[in-house]
């Protein structure tokens, strides 16, 4: 997290511009041969079976369509924005979207004088020109100078086929664990003993938004809990594990501020605590957590966090806080628990709930394995990005005015939702989807 006086000031705005236009020359407006001349491009529409020419196939993707470039162009996220105006500068007509999955402050960005308003000033000179503004389902999550008409609505999405979800075998969650423990005697933690061992976990980066310390207290109180009411029964390890990425350099420090939290404060139940770094290994990731009795997500602040339904796709209950688009994938008291941010004894006591009323654990997560919504699936994200494309290369305006971009796509299909059929709650304010 960056120093309170930290700012993006014009001058870094510039650098960051400047390499963005010079890398658009070289590599993403790069053409080669001839250019096709204006009379095939005013007239294409005559010619729609029209072979692309050779040369063109090695043209660069944000070249005019008529030359092999996209006919739609999507921005994702603010490390490109500068791109739109230079986009709409050559080719005025061709749609542009941009993609924004990350929690924006507006409460902050709408304050004058913050650096987040400051910062947001510089990167909207760009934004503003694109023709769509999409974001995860949380209102909080778009400032309030863009236009409502372009603002619509798309959660994060996942892959169920992939190495972080399909589902393994025993003997390839033993492998896997055994990979893991090797790391875990190298870094002095407790081992897990897959596949039979039950534990509680939280998988996430080791990022200050993720309520690691959250975690910490709510098992420490859960354990107490546990051992009062019944001392019969042996308590659950705690996992919490995660990898890094080149854009968190705040890993680091979150990691050893959890070390050094259990030192201080937890040094009694050491031994049923581990904390590991991982290297970005899916077959990993889907192993720790597919053997997991409990997930948690204590997130102080979050965009959508599909961890969640990745949980609960394995039949996994999950206790998360009421933080960002995390509440619209949990039915309280169904699949899982919503608690208040930093709540940690609604915590310690739900976790008491499910590890010691065994009928209880059973039906939700017999229902959390059937209540995922395909919304969060490639195939649905892929609806909704097909029906972006589909219309607005066609020449088509699309005003979402604040809705779900998975709903319009269904109506334009005549596809509407059936009363029983799983779908993410419609609330766009993270309080009212408990």
């Not at 294409?44 to 005019?64: E, I, M, T």
């Not at 919304?375 to 005003?399: D, F, M, P, R």
């Amino acid at each position: 997290v960056a120093p309170p006086s930290t700012r993006f000031t014009p001058e870094e705005r510039d650098v960051v511009r400047d390499w963005v236009h010079e890398s658009a020359d070289r590599f993403w407006f790069k053409q080669v041969g001839p250019s096709a001349p204006e009379w095939l491009e005013k007239h294409a529409s005559l010619f729609p079976h029209l072979p692309l020419l050779p040369w063109f196939q090695k043209n660069g993707p944000l070249v005019r369509p008529i030359e092999g470039g996209a006919d739609v162009i999507i921005i994702d996220d603010p490390q490109l924005p500068f791109l739109i105006p230079l986009i709409k500068k050559r080719t005025p007509d061709r749609p542009v979207i941009y993609r924004s999955h990350i929690q924006i402050r507006s409460d902050l960005v709408d304050t004058p004088g913050t650096p987040q308003a400051e910062a947001w000033e510089l990167l909207w000179e760009s934004i503003k020109r694109a023709d769509l503004f999409i974001s995860h389902p949380v209102r909080a999550f778009v400032p309030k100078n863009v236009p409502p008409s372009t603002a619509g609505y798309m959660p994060a999405s996942t892959d169920w086929l992939d190495g972080l979800n399909k589902p393994m075998s025993d003997w390839s969650t033993s492998y896997y664990g055994r990979i893991f423990n090797s790391q875990c005697r190298e870094q002095y933690m407790p081992t897990i003993q897959f596949p039979e061992e039950e534990y509680i976990t939280q998988i996430a980066r080791f990022d200050p938004s993720k309520g690691i310390c959250d975690v910490l207290s709510s098992y420490d109180k859960f354990h107490r809990l546990l051992s009062d009411a019944r001392p019969d029964l042996h308590p659950p390890k705690l996992l919490i594990c995660g990898h890094g990425s080149v854009d968190d350099p705040d890993g680091t420090i979150v990691y050893d501020t959890a070390l050094g939290y259990v030192d201080l404060h937890l040094k009694h139940l050491k031994h049923l605590i581990c904390i590991v770094r991982i290297g970005p290994s899916d077959q990993m990731l889907n192993a720790l957590l597919s053997k997991a009795k409990i997930a948690l997500q204590l997130s102080t602040r979050e965009g959508f966090e599909v961890k969640v339904s990745e949980a609960l796709h394995k039949g996994i209950p999950v206790i998360a806080t009421l933080s960002g688009g995390i509440p619209l994938q949990i039915q309280h008291g169904k699949n899982g628990f919503l608690v208040d941010v930093g709540d940690t004894h609604a915590v310690a006591e739900h976790l008491f709930q499910l590890w010691t009323d065994q009928e209880l654990y059973d039906s939700m997560s017999a229902y959390a394995s059937t209540s995922v919504s395909d919304e969060v699936s490639t195939v649905g994200n892929l609806l909704s990005w097909l029906y972006l494309a589909s219309e607005l290369s066609q020449g088509k305006t699309i005003e979402p005015n604040e809705r779900w971009i998975n709903d319009m796509a269904r109506e334009e299909a005549n596809e509407l939702y059936e009363p029983l059929e799983n779908r993410l709650k419609r609330a766009l304010h993270t309080r009212a989807a408990k």
